[in-house]
């Protein structure tokens, strides 16, 4: 039996290995939502076998082996025999040990059922990987994400059983990338539903007002090397940083296909988006170098990830710790 039991486990680890190697390697398109439910849900039929069947039969052999080692004492003493070498502790110890197969398994439920829960329903990391929110958020940032800020959602299929919040403008927002929802990224909601959004010659405008911004100081980049020009920008009531690149044109070239692309209108100047119901408007606010909505379209409620709202770490400059608008 035990002998059976270390093959599969092998075996299922071997495929979760096999799994994140070609992961990695780019070979499949990963999810690593499903990967850790599946991990949670091998790991907890391996911890509830241990609990009903495995530990009871290891228990099971460990007082038969105390039974028969004092059998064994009763009758040398009938004999007058009274010191007998006993090593039934180390043989006990080996009984009442984990295989390997169980310690690997079993043993690690609790963190990955504990690592699942607080990842799906409470706060999720995730790592900055492009320049398209800076100056808010860096290349590198490490930040929280708000799981149950905008609902609750069932984990892999996304699926909302408790509203909470709605997306609010100015809030940004991890989504899945409409076009690859495999994909998650990071952007600011600009637009909500019933929303007109414009933005036109590098200028915001929600329902026909203009959203209002005071000049900054020319922000440098240091991965480009690059000034460009910065603005403080207020929308919904709270003001964030935005970019923008005077070399950049304000057309927006390269436009994909995508639904309800017939509420957008397009032109030298920019594009004006009517928000469909159940949609959102995002941008990045590093305006010119984003790829975002005036790109590839709407943001469906069914995508919403989180609210992002905290930087906890950054190896390169510790100064980034902290909340952010």
């Known amino acids: 039996m035990f002998g059976a039991m270390s093959s599969i486990t092998a075996v299922v680890l071997a495929l979760f290995v096999g799994y994140g190697g070609a992961w990695y390697m780019g070979a499949v398109e990963g999810n690593f939502s499903l990967l850790l439910f599946l991990a949670a849900v091998v790991t907890g039929i391996y911890w509830v076998a241990e609990r009903l069947y495995f530990l009871p039969q290891r228990r099971k052999a460990v007082a038969a082996l105390e039974a028969g080692a004092a059998q064994r004492r009763d009758e040398l003493g009938k004999r007058g025999i009274n010191q007998v070498d006993d090593n039934t502790a180390e043989?006990?110890?080996?009984?009442?040990?984990?295989?390997?197969?169980?310690?690997?398994?079993?043993?690690?439920?609790?963190?990955?059922?504990?690592?699942?829960?607080?990842?799906?329903?409470?706060?999720?990391?995730?790592?900055?990987?492009?320049?398209?929110?800076?100056?808010?958020?860096?290349?590198?940032?490490?930040?929280?994400?708000?799981?149950?800020?905008?609902?609750?959602?069932?984990?892999?299929?996304?699926?909302?059983?408790?509203?909470?919040?709605?997306?609010?403008?100015?809030?940004?927002?991890?989504?899945?990338?409409?076009?690859?929802?495999?994909?998650?990224?990071?952007?600011?909601?600009?637009?909500?539903?019933?929303?007109e959004v414009a933005y036109l010659n590098k200028q915001l405008t929600i329902n026909g007002k203009l959203v209002p911004k005071t000049p900054l100081p020319d922000y440098f980049d240091p991965e480009s090397m690059r000034y460009s020009k910065q603005f403080q920008e207020m929308l919904g009531g709270k003001t964030h940083r935005i970019l923008n690149d005077d070399d950049r044109p304000a057309f927006i070239p390269g436009v994909e296909d995508f639904p309800f692309k017939d509420n957008c209108r397009y032109n030298s100047q920019g594009v004006v988006c009517k928000v469909p119901a159940g949609q959102y408007f995002m941008m990045g606010d590093n305006r010119d170098n984003s790829l975002d909505s005036r790109y590839w379209g709407f943001v469906p409620e069914q995508n919403i990830v989180g609210k992002a709202f905290f930087v906890w770490m950054n190896f390169g400059n510790l100064k980034r710790i902290g909340a952010f608008n």
Not at 133 to 154: A, E, Q, S
Request: charged share 20%; net charge positive.
């Open 91 to 195: 043989a006990r110890s080996r009984l009442i040990m984990q295989p390997w197969w169980l310690d690997w398994t079993a043993g690690l439920f609790p963190v990955i059922i504990a690592v699942f829960l607080l990842r799906s329903f409470l706060f999720e990391p995730f790592k900055i990987p492009s320049g398209s929110m800076i100056p808010t958020l860096l290349i590198n940032d490490l930040i929280l994400v708000n799981k149950f800020h905008y609902g609750v959602r069932l984990p892999v299929i996304n699926t909302k059983i408790l509203d909470n919040n709605s997306p609010q403008r100015g809030d940004v927002m991890v989504f899945r990338y409409p076009p690859k929802p495999s994909l998650d990224y990071i952007k600011r909601v600009v637009g909500i539903p019933g929303d």
